[in-house]
Structures are given as structure tokens and as C-alpha cells.
């Protein structure tokens, strides 16, 4: 099905119209070319052969566009190396694509969602009766470096929602992407040897610019992170076009484990997690010397600043989340019960409750700005899988501040934090 619809792409573009076209760089210099049959690689190769080589992405008008794919109009042009990070986002989500190929390929489960993230990439898998662990990396490393020495090439493919069905009728995960999250006549999927994947796309030319990648963890997941959804396999894996830095990365890793706060917490008496109360911390005596040294820090800095502190309740009616939106889009979010047949719900954070008490009494335009600054609990119903250490938790308390001010006093309050304004 692949090939035929391919052919018919490539049978379509050939019989577009060239047309002349200029494409600007950001320099202002610009390169004649034609539409439908010149691409940014060419345009890259013409500047020279090392830039062509370190480029990850081009962005066209704007868009990030694959550097096989013809111009289709007068264009600009950027071409993004490693170090833009939108290049990085990219180059981890080809990155996924390998890894997906791997893990399909190891164990011919279903895969599901494998997109890039902050510093990498994950792929989500289905399977009934296959586990991946730590100890199967090995063999997914060595799927992962024949992937990478033969150069797949990324082909990208505009198909049918109909298409798009039959293509991937065997994997019920897809199948409901596909009719759940596609609106439009067409959308695009992406083959790199013999992995065909829904996906917007774009990509590196080919697995051969992939030249370190290093599978880094395992752990579960949900369905669209859903608990009572059915439970996926994760892999997680990082990625360079140079083993160089793949090197540099792994010597960071090692530094920071040793800095890592959980390990500190522990070592050091200062704070601890229990399942009874899973995301939610327990500080010893020193750590909660450090928590209210550094609460009073900042309290004094809020002074300094014409901060004035207030407390607000931890609970509020469901009423007040469903006027501030967070009810329509955060509930799950949130811990809820019931009180007295009315639902009431935890706070996750301190805005609504500011403009409760903003509201509680008149004010002249004379009294703004008034600051409110903020120290009370929150809580927010994270998933288990989730939360770590002290950086994704269930109970926390942040250093929350709110300003009510005149229209014309807006440029000032956000100059006194150091941000330009116009």
C-alpha cells in the first residue's frame, strides 16, 4: 500500500509546473530556484558541502520543513543546526522514530505516542505478553545501530483519512488517533525502513545523521495518561549527531547524579517520601530549618518589593473553579470531594482565591497596585508515575504572587522585575 501511494505522490509533485522562485536567507542573499523541484538541501549544498552535512532542519516561511521537500512558492529559508532548539526537537523526534523501530522490530507490540521532550525522547508501547527492561537494552542498541548504518531514509507521504485506517487497521492505538484526533481531509505519516508512523513530521534526511543515541530508562505509562486506561510500556533514549557529545552528556549525567537532591535528602537527613502519602514530603528538623530559612528569604524580599502576605483557604466549592475555568479543563487535575452534597475542591493554585478576596471589598484607584504575595499549601492530583522527588509532587507550597493594578500602571510592574515592556 506504502509503495503505490508513494508512487502516486512522486507522480503528482513530477507533474506540477516548475515555476522560477527566489528563496531568501536571513542575510537578505537569495538563491533562484523552482518551485516543486528544488529543495533547502540543495540550496544548503550550494552554500557549501559543511553546511549541507551539519544541518538538521531547514525552516520555510517560518515552518520547519524537511530538506528533501520542494519549495512550493518564494520562500525564506533558515537552516537549523543541533544548537537550535528547535533543530534538537526534531532531531529527538527522528530519533523516536528509530528507537519505535526498534522496539517494534524486538518485541511487535503496538506502538502508540513517541514524541521528543526536553532533553530526548520516549516511545510508548503496547504488548500483552512483552516486557522490556534494562536488560534488553543491549539487544534494542544493537536494532537501534543497524537502523542508524543504513541510512534510512525519512519519506514522507500525505495520506486519506480512509487511507490512513487501512494502513494501520492492525494497531488499535493508531486507529484511534486517527479518528479522534484528525480533522482534516489528509495528514501525513513517515516511513524510515520498515517503520511507517503517523506523524507530522519533519525529520532528519536520514537514520545516518543519528550518529549516538544510548537508550537511557524504562518504565509504564497509561494511554493518554489516563489510569484507568491500559498500561503501555515507556522507553525513554537520548540522542547526538556526534558521539562527542553523546560522551560530554554522559559525564554530566554522572556529575549531577552525585548532586541529585533526592540522594542529598536522604543522605543528609533532611527530607523523605512514604506510599502512605505518596508526592507529598516529610522534611526532618534540618530540612525544615532550610525550608524556613529560605520561606523567610523570600518573605523579605516580598517587602522589599511592596508585597503585602495574605492567607487564603485550601478548599473552595466547585463554583469557583467552574467561573475560573479550572473545573472545564483541570479537574482531573485536582483532588475533589464531597461535602454536604455540594463538590468542593483542593486548590492547585492561589489565583482564583486572590480574586475572591480582591473582590470581597471596593477599591479606588488610588489603593493600586495592590501586591499580594502568598505562601499557602497546594495540591494537585499528579499521576504516580509522575511525581519525583521534589520536583513533581502532589503537596507543595510556591512562592505565589498576584498584582491588581490600573491599566496605566502595568509597564511599571513589569519593568521592576527586570522585563522590557512597550
Known sequence: MWDKLMAEYKAEIAAKEPSPIKITLPDGKQFDAEAWRTTPIQIAEKISRGLADTTVI??????????????????????????????????????????????????GGHLCYGPPIQEGFYYDMWHDNCTISPDDFPKLDQIVKCAVKDKQPFERLEMTKEDLLEMFKYNEFKVRIIKEKIHTPKTTVYRCGPLIDLCRGPHVRHTGKIKALQITKSSSSYWEGKADAESLQRIYGISFPDPKQLKEWQKFQEEAAKRDHRKLGRDQELFFFNPLSPGCAFWYPKGAHIYNTLMNFMRKEYRKRGF?????????????????GHWQHY????????????????????????????????????????????????????????????????????????????????????????????
Open 58 to 107: 531547514a525552516k520555510v516561511n517560518g515552518e520547519v520543513w524537511d530538506l528533501d521537500r520542494p519549495f512550493e512558492k518564494d520562500s525564506t529559508l533558515h537552516l537549523l543546526k543541533f544548537d537550535d532548539d528547535e533543530a534538537k526537537q526534531v532531531f529527538w523526534h527522528s530519533s523516536a522514530h528509530v528507537l519505535g523501530e526498534a522496539m517494534e522490530r524486538y518485541c
Open 308 to 324: 503585602t502576605e495574605v492567607i487564603t483557604p485550601n478548599m473552595f466549592n466547585s463554583k469557583l473553579w467552574e467561573t475560573s
Open 331 to 422: 479537574s482531573e487535575d485536582m483532588f475533589r470531594f464531597e461535602v454536604e452534597k455540594e463538590q468542593f475542591g483542593l486548590k492547585p493554585m492561589n489565583c482564583p482565591g486572590h480574586c475572591l478576596m480582591y473582590s470581597h471589598q471596593p477599591h479606588t484607584y488610588n489603593e493600586l497596585p495592590l501586591r499580594y504575595a502568598d505562601f499557602g499549601v497546594l495540591h494537585r492530583n499528579e499521576m504516580s508515575g509522575a511525581l519525583t522527588g521534589l520536583t513533581r509532587v502532589r503537596r507543595f507550597q510556591q512562592d505565589d504572587a498576584h498584582i491588581f493594578c490600573r491599566r496605566d500602571q502595568i509597564g511599571d510592574e513589569i519593568r521592576v522585575g527586570g522585563f522590557p515592556y512597550s
